[in-house]
Nanobody
Framework: QVQLVESGGGLVQAGGSLRLSCAAS????????MGWYRQAPGKQRELVAS???????NYADSVKGRFTISRDNAKNTVYLQMNSLKPEDTAVYYC???????????WGQGTQVTVSS
């Protein structure tokens, strides 16, 4: 079965850094577009960053210049490096994979990121 497992979340002070990891299994990782989404309590899930199979990246305006998405196809893993964290970054962060051709989307279970002021 397809599994996406996030790790690396936790509690950090404002201005600090975290690196999230998402390990994928059950898919041909290298041909899938990958993304990170987040959802704060009472709010809709929103796109944070995405990366195509070719390595092109896209970021939400709110994180541009602070977050970096990357992928290591040899390890079937996508990363989100988060620097200069702000309290408004507090949310559950979810890993996402999109299959080519069908566009079918898979989700991870999420990892909590809490930024204290």
């Amino acid at each position: 079965q397809v599994q996406l497992v996030e790790s690396g979340g936790g509690l950090v002070q404002a201005g600090g850094s975290l690196r999230l990891s998402c390990a994928a299994s059950g898919i041909t990782f290298s041909i899938n577009a990958m993304g990170w989404y987040r959802q704060a309590p009472g709010k809709q899930r929103e796109l944070v960053a995405s990366i195509t199979s070719g390595g092109s990246t896209n970021y939400a305006d709110s994180v541009k210049g602070r977050f970096t998405i990357s992928r290591d196809n040899a390890k079937n893993t996508v990363y989100l490096q988060m620097n200069s964290l702000k309290p408004e970054d507090t949310a559950v962060y979810y890993c996402n994979a999109k299959r080519p051709f069908t566009g079918y989307i898979y989700w991870g279970q999420g990892t909590q990121v809490t930024v204290s002021s």
